[in-house]
């Protein structure tokens, strides 16, 4: 299991998480690329809507 996004972009006023905003995806996307290569992977499943937008 991998996360989209490493660097929690903290809570939403309005309650729940917040949703990284996409310079926060990029600004983290090397902690996921990193942990994809290591995992030699042989299927994906996205599970939520940030994951399959990814």
């Known amino acids: 299991m991998a996360a ?19 310079a926060e995806i990029d600004n ?3 902690w996921l690329q990193a942990e994809i290569d290591l995992l ?6 996205p599970v939520g809507k940030l994951a399959i937008s990814q």
């Open 4 to 22: 989209v996004c490493r660097c929690f972009p903290g809570k939403n006023p309005k309650g729940g998480d917040r949703v990284p905003s996409p």
């Open 28 to 30: 983290c996307a090397g």
């Open 40 to 45: 030699k992977h042989d299927l994906i499943l």
